[in-house]
């Protein structure tokens, strides 16, 4: 178990650019979320997979963002056009389904700052 | 649907002094209820979770939590804080039923240990 890993670390981006981010969850947690944090906030939800099946979307997740999870495993989460109101942190998280230990194992981020 | 207050966002506090760091919570569910700790520019850390049985919960380094369901209340106490105990706090809650379980979080409170 090597936890939560996120690829990249940091990006910076012009605006305007499209940007790509990479979750890889524990292995045998079949569910996998996106988080957004800005600076001062707590993380807001933005989406869930439960294996390859995106289940949730936040509001937030605007029509620039798309998020796969194509076999189940790791994610990706796209911005396209970004913007300067991108610029966030962009946490990935996954979990187990059983609840006598449930819990969330959140990655590093994804510090992304658009110029 | 689920919220969360913290109350204070910056709490100073001395060197082996003791800390509570507040948190409430509004639900029409059962929830679960978690704080994590987050040091600068790294992911959160999960440091407690209430998910049922003892309302008082406790982490491996000297936190505990209590759930006070009519006060709606998760408070974080520490008797005695070290200088490495600085970071910020985060609460959050999710309901104890559904299938997609994300956190929602409080805004944060930055707990910094002076010397």
């Known amino acids: 178990d090597t936890g939560v890993s996120q690829d990249p670390r940091h990006k910076i981006t012009k605006r305007g650019q499209n940007v790509t981010f990479r979750c890889d969850p524990i292995?045998?947690?079949?569910?996998l979320y996106w988080y957004r944090q800005t600076l001062g906030q707590g993380p807001e939800f933005l989406t869930y997979?439960?294996?390859?099946?995106?289940?949730?979307k936040s509001r937030l997740l605007s029509d620039r963002f798309s998020a796969e999870r194509p076999k189940g495993s790791f994610s990706t989460l796209e911005i396209q056009r970004t913007e300067q109101g991108d610029s966030a942190m962009y946490l990935c998280?996954?979990?187990?389904?059983?609840?006598?230990?449930?819990?969330?194992?959140f990655g590093s981020g994804t510090r992304l700052t658009v110029v | 649907a689920q919220s969360v207050t913290q109350l204070d966002s910056q709490v100073p506090v001395f060197e082996e002094a003791p800390v509570e760091l507040r948190c409430n919570y509004s639900?029409?569910?059962?929830?679960?209820l978690f704080w994590y700790v987050q040091y600068p520019n790294q992911g959160l850390q999960l440091l407690l979770k209430?998910?049922?049985?003892?309302?008082l919960v406790e982490s491996i380094n000297g936190f505990e939590a209590e759930f006070n369901k009519s006060q709606t209340s998760f408070h974080l106490r520490k008797p005695s804080v070290h200088i490495s105990d600085t970071a910020e706090y985060f609460c959050?809650?999710?309901?104890?039923?559904?299938?997609?379980?994300?956190?929602?979080f409080g805004s944060g409170t930055q707990l910094t240990v002076l010397p």
């Open positions: 998280a996954s979990s187990s389904p059983g609840t006598t230990n449930y819990g969330y194992t």
């Open positions: 292995s045998e947690h079949n569910r």
């Open positions: 959050a809650v999710t309901g104890s039923s559904g299938s997609a379980r994300q956190l929602t």
């Open positions: 997979f439960q294996n390859e099946a995106q289940l949730e």
């Open positions: 209430y998910l049922s049985g003892s309302t």
């Open positions: 639900s029409s569910v059962s929830v679960y």
